[in-house]
């Protein structure tokens, strides 16, 4: 009894999966044009043509930082009184250029960053 009980449940299992399986998903990758003009996080259109295309876009990472607010020196171990070079910079940590796009066909795509 139990044995037919888990015959229809793989059974099912088996064509349900086929079916999800079989479904085509919208390719999230390929940027629709709108008519609402530039969309954020897309990049900037640099050449469009048939046969290909590129878009050029940044990543800038940066750090603030303050050390106003501690003491001007700390004393160690020992007992000596050191001094500390407080610091306040504006730090660029990261900074990299995208170019994506496609060549000869929408379907071969490329990515290169600097």
Same mark, same amino acid.
């Given at each position: 009894? %139990?044995?037919?009980?888990?015959? /229809? +449940?793989?059974?099912?299992? !088996?064509?349900?999966?086929?079916? $999800?399986?079989?479904?085509?998903?919208? @390719?999230?990758? /390929?940027? %629709?044009?709108?008519?609402?003009? !530039? *969309? #954020?996080?897309? #990049?900037?259109? /640099?050449?469009?043509? %048939?046969?290909?295309? =590129? &878009?050029?876009?940044?990543?800038?990472? #940066?750090?603030?930082?303050?050390? =106003? #607010? $501690?003491? @001007?020196?700390? &004393?160690? !171990?020992?007992?000596?009184? $050191?001094? $500390?070079?407080? *610091?306040?910079? =504006?730090?660029?940590?990261?900074?990299?250029?995208?170019?994506?796009?496609? +060549?000869?066909?929408? %379907?071969?795509?490329? &990515?290169?960053?600097?």
């Amino acid at each position: 009894m %139990k044995s037919r009980y888990i015959l /229809i +449940v793989l059974f099912v299992y !088996h064509f349900s999966w086929g079916q $999800i399986m079989n479904t085509t998903m919208p @390719d999230s990758t /390929i940027v %629709k044009e709108s008519d609402e003009g !530039h *969309r #954020g996080g897309t #990049g900037f259109k /640099i050449a469009d043509g %048939k046969y290909g295309s =590129m &878009t050029l876009s940044f990543y800038v990472l #940066g750090r603030y930082l303050n050390q =106003m #607010g $501690i003491d @001007d020196s700390y &004393t160690n !171990h020992n007992g000596d009184v $050191i001094a $500390i070079d407080r *610091r306040q910079d =504006m730090q660029f940590q990261k900074a990299n250029l995208y170019f994506r796009g496609w +060549v000869a066909d929408p %379907k071969i795509r490329y &990515t290169v960053f600097v």
